[in-house]
Nanobody, 124 residues
Framework: QLHLIESGGGLVQAGGSLRLSCAAS????????MGWFRQAPGKEREFVAA????????PYADSVKGRFTISRDNAKNTVYLQMNSLKPGDTAVYYC?????????????????WGQGTQVTVSS
């Protein structure tokens, strides 16, 4: 019901920065909690960051805390992931996701709407 399209991925050297964007359409964007997940080859899709409908709560995975920042602009129906001090271990396909949960969640099972993913590659 909610269509999500990611953009902003690419190739960057270790220590560099990248900003991902996720544009939403089809339903009222502000009704959803939003999250970013990532999946590397041969690994499970893992939680990266999430943000509540109002932007007041923003949990992060320990591996990205202090380096990544999630934000949203409900007027533009867009969520962002600013990634700084990138490491080779951050290399993965990054997915934007939406949840109808009241509040915010870090659990993959609570997200029902997913984007197509965007590749992020960090070279050393």
């Amino acid at each position: 019901q909610l269509h999500l399209i990611e953009s902003g991925g690419g190739l960057v050297q270790a220590g560099g920065s990248l900003r991902l964007s996720c544009a939403a359409s089809g339903r009222t964007f502000s009704d959803y909690a939003m999250g970013w997940f990532r999946q590397a080859p041969g690994k499970e899709r893992e939680f990266v960051a999430a943000i509540s409908w109002s932007g007041g709560r923003t949990p992060y995975a320990d591996s990205v805390k202090g380096r990544f920042t999630i934000s949203r602009d409900n007027a533009k129906n867009t969520v962002y992931l600013q990634m700084n001090s990138l490491k080779p271990g951050d290399t993965a396909v990054y997915y934007c996701a939406a949840s109808r949960i009241y509040g915010v969640t870090t659990e993959r099972k609570e997200y029902d709407n997913w984007g197509q993913g965007t590749q992020v590659t960090v070279s050393s």
